[in-house]
């Protein structure tokens, strides 16, 4: 006897500008800890003590040394088309005008993304990465809280393509220890030079 197929259930997707009217309605208050992936509503990891340090000290250090060239946003929406606004950990973008007042920044004006991963690597690694990568952000690095490595990842390829077959969408891509000095070619400070910094004296050691 033949087996009949049941319909797959179709997914609705929703783009940014639904989600921000649910977010004017209430739907969504300031305590739900989401962003939209590809059409999709995405809870958020909690921020734990060690994840919040990561992030302050690295905001903190290219604040410092990057200065005026550079404007730096932590946990803020970054559109990058009508179906995708994650909210990066650290958004380095270059300066504009406005502040960013009148818009949030896209991808063209991001010069690097950095993500802290202490309960979310597989999905930063395998879903944010390679989104990044197909919308051209020049370069990503992911914190492992745990160990204090750093994934670098550079140069996206064809538009990210590679990213939707299960690699990263980068040609380049590196592991930093946290005694390493790492840096990304598009921050530099007031004399020209790259911001570059080892985490592992950012931090105390990994207990």
């Given at each position: 006897?033949?087996?009949?197929?049941?319909?797959?259930?179709?997914?609705?997707?929703?783009?940014?500008?639904?989600?921000?009217?649910?977010?004017?309605?209430?739907?969504?208050?300031?305590?739900?800890?989401?962003?939209?992936?590809?059409?999709?509503?995405?809870?958020m990891s909690p921020i734990g003590a060690l994840h919040a340090a990561i992030v302050?000290?690295?905001?903190?250090?290219?604040?410092?040394?990057?200065?005026?060239?550079?404007?730096?946003?932590?946990?803020?929406?970054?559109?990058?088309?009508?179906?995708?606004?994650?909210?990066?950990?650290?958004?380095?973008?270059?300066?504009?005008?406005?502040?960013?007042?009148?818009?949030?920044?896209?991808?063209?004006?991001?010069?690097?993304?950095?993500?802290?991963?202490?309960?979310?690597?597989?999905?930063?690694?395998?879903?944010?990465?390679?989104?990044?990568?197909?919308?051209?952000?020049?370069?990503?690095?992911?914190?492992?809280?745990?160990?204090?490595?750093?994934?670098?990842?550079?140069?996206?390829?064809?538009?990210?393509?590679?990213?939707?077959?299960g690699g990263s969408g980068y040609a380049e891509e590196a592991s930093v220890e946290?005694?390493?000095?790492?840096?990304?070619?598009?921050?530099?400070?007031?004399?020209?030079?790259?911001?570059?910094?080892?985490?592992?004296?950012?931090?105390?050691?990994?207990?």
């Amino acid at each position: 006897m033949a087996t009949i197929p049941f319909p797959v259930p179709s997914r609705h997707l929703i783009s940014v500008d639904a989600f921000h009217r649910m977010g004017e309605a209430g739907i969504l208050g300031p305590e739900d800890r989401v962003e939209l992936i590809e059409g999709q509503i995405i809870d958020m990891s909690p921020i734990g003590a060690l994840h919040a340090a990561i992030v302050d000290v690295v905001a903190r250090h290219f604040g410092r040394r990057a200065g005026e060239s550079v404007f730096i946003r932590c946990q803020n929406p970054l559109r990058l088309d009508d179906v995708s606004e994650p909210e990066p950990d650290i958004s380095i973008l270059r300066p504009r005008a406005d502040f960013y007042t009148t818009s949030h920044p896209g991808a063209a004006d991001v010069l690097l993304v950095i993500e802290v991963a202490e309960t979310s690597l597989a999905y930063d690694l395998g879903t944010k990465v390679p989104l990044y990568a197909r919308h051209g952000i020049p370069e990503v690095w992911v914190i492992d809280a745990a160990t204090r490595r750093i994934r670098v990842f550079r140069r996206p390829v064809g538009g990210g393509e590679a990213g939707r077959s299960g690699g990263s969408g980068y040609a380049e891509e590196a592991s930093v220890e946290p005694h390493e000095a790492v840096a990304c070619a598009g921050v530099v400070d007031d004399a020209g030079s790259r911001v570059a910094f080892e985490l592992a004296r950012l931090l105390p050691p990994v207990a």
